[in-house]
């Protein structure tokens, strides 16, 4: 089956910037131009929140792993932490000398990673929201940055026309790809870890193995590819393009499985969700997209059965799967099928548990962050009353 449009969600007056989907796929945060962060319900009848804070316009947004924290960054210069809820606090922390392109959370939510136009990579820690340092070789504008599955790597994309992959322990830069002609719009590890993808205004996706640092794919279209997002299978990679379109790529046989067209205007940004039946997709339209996969997990067992190395749109041959490209991590259901179900149950459980303590624990840094920047408030105020007192006295 076809990938096909699910919903459609409008509320944003300018262009939407960044889609992110929460862990239980119930959530959608969308950043746009307009100053705003939008949360969509997933659940036909809720209602979306408007979030107001940012000063200018919010280029990015993301969940946390646990979907209790959104992440946004904002040509304010800042970055927001907000807890997706009815009241819509944030705390902001003023993180870089220019706008903020990308935020992006560890797998762990323990650390942030965002870039920004002044050219500089930057980690924080997430609960103190407390900076720890920064990553400075590239010489232009950084569109984006992300933590490796496993937080020991960041990759960076820039104007300066490279991809940089960093140590994150050492903070070095351990290698520099420079065979894009554009500057790199957009970049994200596989699944795996061992790859990444990036996107460039050169009109070209290109998929390179970190471990190797060699060039496995490279695709070709006919306009600015301006977003993608890997399915958490690892096998497709979906991109968002300006000549409106996304397009579906199948990265075992190398070649474009779907165009899609929805948006009028430049597609700006897309994301699978963290199950992969889904993935959003957001434009210059102002409207945010939902899209049905459609690819059903049968399905990943089938490609991973048939070809194992295919042509990508170019003509050229490539291997991923013989470069262990981690494509066979998703097990399909059949494999599956030989454990109990009733230890399937308790892990879930015992997983949700987990995650609902971390979200909880999320929530709670968040208030006390909140209670503190208020009290810094408070005793701000009271040294004011002091001083006028002082004057008061010192006057008469």
């Known amino acids: ?83 997706p809820s009815i009241k819509g606090e944030s705390t902001a922390f003023k993180a870089h000398t220019a706008t903020v392109r990308s935020v992006h959370f560890s797998s762990d939510g323990h650390s942030l990673v965002t870039a920004s136009d002044d050219k500089t990579v930057k980690v924080w820690t997430v609960h103190r929201q407390k900076f720890l340092f920064s990553l400075s070789q590239h010489i232009n504008w950084v569109r984006c940055a992300r933590f490796s599955p496993d937080g020991r790597l960041i990759v960076s994309a820039s104007d300066d026309k490279t991809v940089k992959v960093w140590d994150k322990t050492s903070r070095e830069c351990i290698h520099s790809f420079c065979e894009h002609g554009g500057f790199v719009n957009h970049v994200d590890f596989h699944p795996s870890g061992t790859c990444i993808a990036a996107a460039s205004t050169d009109n070209t996706v290109k998929v390179w ?46 070649r474009l499985l779907y165009t899609l067209h929805g948006h009028q205007g430049p597609a700006t940004c897309v994301a699978f969700s963290r199950a992969g039946d889904l993935f959003a997709s957001g434009g210059s339209d102002e409207q945010v997209m939902v899209w049905k996969t459609n690819f059903d997990a049968a399905d990943y067992g089938d490609v991973l059965k048939t070809q194992k ?54 929530v709670l840094t968040q208030t006390v962050s909140i209670l503190e920047q208020r009290l810094t408030l408070t005793e701000d105020k009271l040294k004011e009353c002091l001083e006028n007192q002082q004057k008061i006295i010192q006057n008469k």
């Open 309 to 362: 190395s295919g042509t990508s749109v170019d003509g050229t041959h490539h291997t991923l799967v013989e470069m262990d490209c981690g494509v066979h991590l998703k097990k399909t259901k059949t494999q599956d099928s030989g454990r109990n179900h009733e230890q399937q149950e308790e892990e879930t459980s015992l997983v949700n548990t987990l995650e609902h303590i971390m979200g909880q624990l999320d």
């Open 1 to 83: 089956e076809d990938p096909s449009l699910e919903r459609h969600f409008k509320g944003h007056r300018d262009a939407v910037t960044s889609v992110d989907f929460s862990l239980n796929k119930k959530q959608l945060a969308s950043g746009s131009m307009d100053s705003c962060l939008m949360i969509w319900s997933m659940k036909p009848q809720m209602r979306a929140y408007r979030f107001v804070g940012h000063k200018d316009a919010v280029m990015c947004v993301q969940f946390s792993p646990s979907g209790h924290l959104v992440a946004s960054g904002s040509r304010d210069k800042t970055v927001r932490l907000w807890v």
């Open 209 to 254: 193995d970190v471990r190797m640092n060699r060039l496995l794919q490279h695709y070709k279209g006919n306009a600015v590819v301006n977003s993608l997002s890997f399915h958490p299978s690892g096998n497709y990679l979906v991109t968002a393009s300006n000549d409106s379109t996304l397009k579906i790529l199948d990265l075992l046989e190398g």
